[in-house]
């Protein structure tokens, strides 16, 4: 057993990779991930991050860590502007990293590190790697069709479709088709300027590295992979969904609540309604009361994601109307967090009202759940209208009104339109699975990716 772990040592000597992931819940999954896919191909693998947000080493016993302070305040790191937050990771982590990394690169003789795969969003890295003459590659954790849509805001602005106005949302876009303007990947809390050059600076560094990374498959994307790869001029790898190779739950940030399994085990076959929107999402009192309303009008069987802090005004449950909770009594089960995607592949859940986040999309149609899709910013919304209009695997829930929700529910729980959806939406599991096996399209395009980094060694 010694000599064989010696040996895999051995074997992995000279093939070092750095990761450095985003510090948010979304992105940290997948690079996770993907350390784990590249190490089960023999290369050893540094994770480095910040100490905001870190993941627990102490689950990765096979990876080294390395720690970096990000220099943010309390109130910065809780700031509800996402790009704000981004932009100022990308400000403050620039020189811890580049320390860190110059240390670690001086240590060259005792083990060479062949390249840096960072998050798109760690647009800052660019530099510092050309300074320090490493290789660098990104890792983009969203769909390809939401990040070529991401690229082209200037020509959206161009054509006038941008900045939106009310007059317009139902717009077709269509140079996007079947965008609407109400689709593109803006968020509301931020000026329209801060996020044009937030997606400058993620477009320029991605074009300038040696390669990108997609957690995503060709069955899924590929018009928008095959333009990305035309437009970017890099070598592209879409060797997605990440977390059929390897699960999520140990990246956790929150503690995921297994009463979720077990209240799960009780409930009929494909009866509930599982509801989560992310780690970043968050809606206002009436939403949060709409939303009660409606799941508790469709009398269907619910498990509810409701984070700490995700209300404004409450931090958890306060605002939930006096005996709503024991009026429903087993019907209901609401959590802080919970291990989704164990809950996804639960027999008992039969349909995901999600914020479109790209993980919970990919995880939903790998389980073959059919979704209601409640989008709240940037790529959510893509995906979310592609997950109604292209892949017809969901339905978009088109008002956050107890009444819409309780006829979109039951649509999708108890009529024919619900059927069709998860027929699609099983069929679309079924060529996710395949492409990970021998031949498929991710396995290949993974044989190329080793190929790929290896080329670096000369
Ligand atoms: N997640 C989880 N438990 C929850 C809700 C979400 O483990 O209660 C995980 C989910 O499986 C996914 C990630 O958190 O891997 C959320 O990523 P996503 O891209 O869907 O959304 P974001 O949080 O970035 O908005």
Redesign the pocket.
Do not use: F, K, M, T
């Given at each position: 057993m010694e000599n064989q772990s010696i040996n895999q040592m051995e074997q992995r000597k000279g093939r070092r990779l750095l990761l450095f992931p985003l510090p948010?819940?979304?992105h940290i999954?997948p690079t996770i991930q993907l350390g784990n896919i590249l190490h089960s191909k023999g290369f050893s693998i540094t994770i480095i991050t910040t100490n905001f947000n870190s993941p627990n080493p102490s689950n990765y016993p096979h990876f080294d860590f390395h720690f970096i302070n990000e220099n943010l305040s309390e109130d910065e790191k809780s700031q509800p502007n996402i790009v704000a937050l981004v932009q100022l990771i990308n400000s403050r982590c620039a020189q811890p990293f580049r320390d860190c990394l110059a240390e670690l690169l001086s240590n060259v003789l005792e083990e060479p590190i062949l390249c840096l795969i960072s998050d798109v969003g760690c647009y800052f890295t660019r530099a510092v790697a050309d300074e320090l003459k490493l290789t660098r590659m990104v890792l983009r954790t969203s769909g390809a069709t939401a990040f070529f849509s991401f690229s082209a805001l200037h020509l959206l602005c161009e054509k006038g479709y941008l900045p939106i106005q009310d007059s317009q949302l139902e717009k077709p876009v269509a140079e996007f088709a079947p965008l609407r303007v109400k689709d593109l990947p803006l968020i509301d809390s931020c000026a329209p300027e801060e996020l044009y050059e937030l997606v400058d600076d993620m477009v320029n560094a991605t074009k300038a590295s040696s390669g990108l990374i997609w957690n995503t498959f060709e069955e899924l994307e590929q018009p928008a992979l095959a333009t990305m790869g035309q437009d970017f001029g890099i070598p592209n790898f879409p060797i997605g969904p990440f977390h059929k190779r390897f699960p999520?739950s140990l990246s956790?940030l929150l503690s995921?609540d297994q009463s979720c399994i077990s209240w799960l085990d009780k409930q009929k076959f494909r009866s509930v309604v599982y509801v989560?929107f992310?780690?970043?999402?968050a809606v206002n009192e009436t939403e949060f009361l709409e939303i009660a309303w409606g799941l508790a009008n469709s009398k269907q069987p619910f498990l509810w994601?409701v984070r700490a802090g995700s209300t404004s005004k409450s931090d958890w449950l306060e605002t939930m109307p006096k005996g709503f909770l024991e009026a429903l009594g087993e019907r209901g089960h609401i959590v802080k967090?919970?291990?989704?995607?164990e809950v996804l592949s639960h027999p008992a859940v039969g349909a995901f009202w999600t914020?479109n986040?790209?993980?919970?999309t990919l995880?939903s149609i790998c389980e073959g759940v059919p979704m209601i899709c409640m989008p709240f910013f940037t790529d959510q919304r893509v995906n979310a209208r592609y997950v109604a209009e292209v892949w017809g695997v969901g339905v978009q829930l088109e008002k956050r009104e107890r009444e819409v929700i309780e006829r979109t529910i039951k649509g999708i729980m108890m009529e024919k339109e619900g059927e069709k959806l998860r027929g699609r939406v099983l069929d679309i599991k079924e060529k996710a699975t395949r492409c990970l096996c021998q031949g498929g399209s991710s396995y290949q395009s993974l044989d190329s990716l080793v190929s790929h980094i290896l080329s670096f060694q000369s």
């Open positions: 948010l819940q979304g999954n999520a956790s995921q989560s992310g780690s970043i999402a994601v967090w919970a291990p989704q995607q914020h986040g790209w993980n919970s995880e």
